[in-house]
């Protein structure tokens, strides 16, 4: 039993619980740092995702608000209770539903709930997150750990309008996916400098502080470095970012001793989760503690939407189309997300 009388403890497990292997891995420091960090700059490489990110100004304008609601929504899908992980997925696909416009190279449109973009979003994060855990973290799963990642990944696609028949079920497949992908990604002067700013990204989430000037300079840098290193080299010519070996190895030690250190303070992640995200910190906080939710349920998906009455990604998004269908949409829809759309607590 923990000892910890602060804090609130969840309704529920969620969609996975302790004997997840999601939990193994996600609650990992990697994972919500330089997982995270992964993923948003691989996401950028997709042309149409990239034209709704630069359509609403999410990173260029508003990068605190987006980093926090993105890491939130990804905490919240891996460790919040049942009601709160449909209350998000229900909340994204309202979000996506306003964003819809041109694609500017192949003047094609883009929808942020369209199943492939979802499932690219998806992915990125799922491949980074265990990616950056074998390489700065603990290392490889076992063989049967991560035959369970990869179905445990599938169940969180059914919170997003994906095609659930499209996601890996395996390493294998997940590279297959990828060499799938690479001729339709693409990298233009907007993708570069997206991938600029958030390679630097550190520099939005330090606490602005004269006496922490130097560590957080050093930390983004470090974390800069160690990205880039994650990256193959096909993405980084064509991200525009270059990197010697050397300076890939010291940042990837660096971060190795550092994971190290912090994985052993429990008080220690509960601190940088206060003050790099005040949104995901309530999320997050049982499970680094150890507090047991009030109901010890695991749910599956298909339970949880009949036990409240929820509609599937798919069909929100089948009754979006539906009503698209009866009105003129302009050709783009910049959303205001400057209010707390996905504060779930």
């Known amino acids: 039993m923990s000892h910890h009388n602060d804090v609130v403890p969840h309704e529920d497990y969620g969609f996975f619980g302790p004997d997840s292997v999601s939990w193994k891995v996600f609650g990992y420091p990697t994972a ?21 990110v630069k359509d609403t100004g999410a990173v260029s304008k508003r990068p605190l608000l987006r980093y926090e609601r993105t890491l939130q929504y990804m905490a919240t899908v891996a460790f919040g209770d049942s009601a709160s992980v449909l209350k998000a997925s229900e909340i994204l ?22 199943p492939e973009a979802q499932l690219w979003i998806h992915l990125t994060a799922w491949h980074s997150v265990l990616y950056t855990y074998e390489k700065f973290g603990p290392g490889k799963l076992a063989p049967d750990e991560e035959d369970r990642y990869w179905a445990e990944c599938a169940r969180a696609a059914q919170f997003q309008t994906i095609n659930l028949e499209d996601v890996p079920r395996s390493r294998a497949e997940m590279r297959a996916y990828y060499a799938r992908m690479r001729p339709i990604l693409a990298a233009t002067e907007t993708t570069q400098e997206h991938i600029e700013q958030l390679l630097d990204g550190a520099d939005t989430v330090l606490p602005d502080s004269v006496l922490l000037w130097p560590v957080a300079k050093f930390m983004q840098a470090v974390f800069r470095e160690a990205t880039i290193s994650t990256l193959p080299q096909w993405m ?12 890939g190895a010291l940042a990837t030690l660096t971060l190795r001793a550092y994971f190290r250190l912090i994985a052993q303070s429990v008080e220690a992640q509960r601190f940088l989760f206060r003050v790099a995200s005040p949104l995901t910190y309530p999320v997050v906080d049982p499970i680094l503690c150890g507090v047991p939710p009030k109901d010890p349920t695991v749910w599956t998906p298909e339970e949880a939407r009949a036990h409240y009455g929820k509609l599937t990604p798919a069909e ?8 698209r269908a009866d009105e003129s949409l302009p050709e783009h829809a910049a959303v205001d997300d400057s209010r707390a759309l996905l504060a779930f607590n």
């Open 32 to 52: 919500m740092s330089i997982g995270f960090q992964r993923t948003v700059v691989t996401e950028m490489y997709e042309p149409f995702l990239l034209a709704s």
């Open 316 to 323: 929100q998004y089948d009754r979006i189309r539906a009503a």
């Open 236 to 247: 980084r010519k064509m991200g525009g970012v270059r990197q010697s070996p050397v300076t």
């Open 93 to 114: 696909v309202k979000i996506h539903s306003k964003i819809t416009g041109t694609e500017p190279i192949s003047g094609l449109r883009y929808d942020a709930n369209d």
